[in-house]
């Protein structure tokens, strides 16, 4: 059984370790510095350890910790850690060069995964100089995974993968704002948002062509075209790409370097 420690139990590891709980190939391990998420763990009968055990009694240390959090505590694991140790990195825009300054004789990954791996629908992209096939198999247990050959594609990913469910959530807030004004008080808005999202995604795990589905909905003077028209003027499209892009490049931006 491979032993992973969390090292940072935030957002992002509490999807990773909800993911893999079940997974008893894996033993969770958990260090943090913040009460609230060492509580959470206890809660999951996660055992917590200081940083210097978790990094002698873990074979995988998943780095889970904001990216300008990440030199500090780098600098005090390469005091304490051993050659054996693999090193996940999932904080942004910190490069793989810049671990491998830091741990000089581990063996390092960047990954760059989502929350969704905490339903194991997660998404997440692997880079490194090293064999990549056990850090890809753990993630592929939290959804998909893939390797990334160049460093840049994982600030694209960190950006469409990692930011962009914000980007999708933020419509799906304003859906729901505006189904306030239709709904009935004892109609749940999150249930008719689940059968609304359900069905636009058993049309696309049909294979249905997006563009064959927009114009199957949109017909010439009609109220979807009126609609369509608004977002094509006032640029949606561009401004939902350019999103993209400005999450890309701040990841960029995060590098320690
Ligand atoms: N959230 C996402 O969807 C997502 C997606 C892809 C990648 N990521 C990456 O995941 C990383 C973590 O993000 P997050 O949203 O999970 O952050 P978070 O919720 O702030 O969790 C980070 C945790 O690490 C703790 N911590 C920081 N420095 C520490 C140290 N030296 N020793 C022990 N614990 C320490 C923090 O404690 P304090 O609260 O005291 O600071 C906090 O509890 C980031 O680098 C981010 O780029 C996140």
Request: charged letters at 25%.
């Amino acid at each position: 059984m491979e032993k992973i420690g969390f090292i940072g139990c935030g957002h992002m590891a509490k999807a990773l370790i909800e993911g893999l709980i079940e997974n008893n190939n894996y033993k969770i391990l958990g260090h943090d510095r913040n009460p609230n998420n060492t509580n959470w763990l206890a809660t999951k009968s996660i055992p917590v350890f200081s940083l210097d055990e978790i990094c002698h009694e873990a074979d995988i240390a998943v780095v889970c910790v904001k990216p300008n959090d990440m030199y500090d505590l780098c600098q005090k694991m390469s005091k304490i850690i051993s050659k054996d140790l693999i090193i996940v990195s999932v904080a942004a825009g910190v490069t793989l060069q810049s671990l491998n300054t830091m741990f000089p004789n581990n063996k390092v990954f960047r990954a760059m995964p989502n929350i969704g791996a905490k339903n194991n629908l997660g998404i997440t992209s692997v880079y490194s100089n090293d064999d990549n096939s056990k850090i890809v198999e753990i993630f592929n247990y939290l959804g998909k995974a893939f390797e990334v050959q160049d460093e840049n594609q994982i600030n694209l990913h960190t950006s469409l993968i990692g930011s962009g469910p914000a980007f999708f959530f933020e419509i799906i807030n304003e859906f729901e704002n505006r189904l306030s004004e239709l709904l009935p008080p004892d109609v749940s808005k999150r249930d008719i948002t689940l059968l609304f999202l359900t069905s636009l995604i058993s049309s696309i795990k049909d294979g249905q062509n997006i563009e064959e589905l927009i114009q199957s909905i949109k017909s010439k003077g009609g109220t979807t075209e009126a609609g369509l028209n608004l977002l094509y003027d006032k640029e949606f499209v561009k401004i939902f790409s350019d999103s993209i892009d400005a999450a890309r490049d701040r990841a960029l931006d995060l590098s320690m370097d």
